[in-house]
């Protein structure tokens, strides 16, 4: 159905707006993670793991997810409490080059789907709203499911393909700051991504759906 029923334009715009749905959720989701985070300071119970305020992990957290925008160009200004390591400095280094690397792909991706968009909509062509959703359900069914069966080992999994050290397997007796991030945590951060996606998934086959009512109605004004 793909294949058949796209243009190699709808395609390549196939292609560009699932990579474009992920990385807009997970620049929405770490970038408004701080909301999410304050509530949940004392709920996790971290002041007593790390021997520090709520206000003061907060402010931390709030340097770190600073720090990942690529319009940071700043070294991360985190308490010296959190890190003693140089490793754990490396590692989160990394993290950000990963995470500049999505926020790059996010920004050109919109110039370049803005006018394929535009021009293919003039042409009333507008599968890729319906292949677009169906690529993102393959996606995040089996992330989900695998999130679901087994969180640590997708969470290790995940580590393992994105970098090519061990830097992240921090020690939290050499670098506290591992106490800050509960794995809890980052499980809520993955459904609320999951949740972004498919989200935008609906909006996708509202917009198809709509736009089909449209040419059709524009079409029995012809005859």
Known sequence: ??????????????????????????ILTTFLSPLLYNQQVNTFHLPKLVHMSSTQIKENYGHIIHYLS???????????????????????????????????????????LIPLIHTSLKEKRHMFFKTTPIVLIVI??????????????????MHQLIFRNNYWLIDPSVDPIINIFPETFFLELGVILLAIIALMIVLMIIIDKYLKKCYLEEENKLY
């Open 140 to 157: 995040i069914g089996i992330v989900g499911s695998f999130m679901a069966m087994n969180f640590d080992s997708a969470f290790t999994l």
């Open 70 to 112: 690529i319009f940071t160009n700043t070294s991360m200004q985190v308490s010296s409490k959190l890190i003693t390591s140089k490793a754990t400095s490396i590692h989160f280094a990394d993290v950000k080059k990963v995470l500049g690397v999505i926020q790059i792909y996010f920004l050109l991706s919109t110039l370049i």
């Open 1 to 26: 159905m793909f294949f058949q029923l796209s243009t190699k334009k709808e395609k390549l715009i196939t292609v560009l707006l699932s990579f474009w749905v992920i990385t807009f959720a997970i």
